[in-house]
């Protein structure tokens, strides 16, 4: 499907519904960090050095979830078998070669907005 904007030029409804919002800052505040499904994605919403960030909550080495546990100094540590990841970079410090996806973010208003599929 297509749709038109002001200026009378066409573009996807991809473009369109590129950003989803996920969840509230009021749901955030209380705890700093909450976890959400939402379209098959499993999101690590939280708070990091005064933005809003959202990682994948899906531990790239066998599934577990990263942020069963609250960060404690700048990382999230995996349930499952303790692996931990920068609250910065989604990297692991345990394996740098595992890194948890980051999602494009946008605070409007009280509304979080997460791009849930990438560009193609």
């Given amino acids: 499907m297509v749709a038109e904007d002001t200026a009378g030029s066409t573009r996807n409804d991809e473009a369109v519904t590129a950003l989803k919002c996920v969840a509230r800052l009021s749901e955030l505040k209380p705890s700093g960090q909450l976890s959400r499904w939402v379209d098959d994605h499993d999101l690590l919403i939280f708070e990091h050095h005064g933005r809003v960030k959202v990682l994948s909550n899906i531990c790239p080495h066998l599934g577990g979830p990263v942020g069963y546990h609250k960060k404690k100094d700048g990382r999230f540590t995996c349930l ?14 345990n394996h740098p070669k595992l890194c948890l996806r980051e999602y494009k973010t946008e605070v409007r208003g009280d509304e979080i907005w997460v791009q849930l599929v990438e560009n193609t």
């Fill in 80 to 93: 499952w078998h303790n692996f931990q990841f920068s609250a910065d970079t989604g990297q692991c410090v």
